[in-house]
Nanobody
Framework: QVQLVESGGGLVQAGGSLRLSCAAS????????MGWYRQAPGKQRELVAV???????NYADSVKGRFTISRDNAKNTVDLQMNSLKPEDTGVYYC?????????WGQGTQVTVSS
């Protein structure tokens, strides 16, 4: 059993910054990739950013240059630094980690960007 606990969401004005954090615990042998997804109202969940165990990163085009994903392998944590936030970044952000081919999801944290 793997538990993911997210923190750091909230309300921010456009142009502001937020930092999301996710900590994994439980029956963890080795984590492969870790990532963040988001779901806006009425839309499908979409990938925001992912980072491999070796540190390679991939970002959605819409957040490149504004968001930075990082991880601490010793602590099993993954963070998402979000700068220059836009109203279209509003949504529920979910942490996701892969152990082998199995994905585990956090409960989600709300990010609201006001114009």
């Amino acid at each position: 059993q793997v538990q993911l606990v997210e923190s750091g969401g909230g309300l921010v004005q456009a142009g502001g910054s937020l930092r999301l954090s996710c900590a994994a615990s439980g029956s963890i042998d080795s984590i492969n990739s870790m990532g963040w997804y988001r779901q806006a109202p009425g839309k499908q969940r979409e990938l925001v950013a992912v980072i491999t165990s070796g540190g390679r990163t991939n970002y959605a085009d819409s957040v490149k240059g504004r968001f930075t994903i990082s991880r601490d392998n010793a602590k099993n944590t993954v963070d998402l630094q979000m700068n220059s936030l836009k109203p279209e970044d509003t949504g529920v952000y979910y942490c996701c980690v892969w152990l082998g081919s199995k994905a585990y999801w956090g409960q989600g944290t709300q990010v609201t960007v006001s114009s």
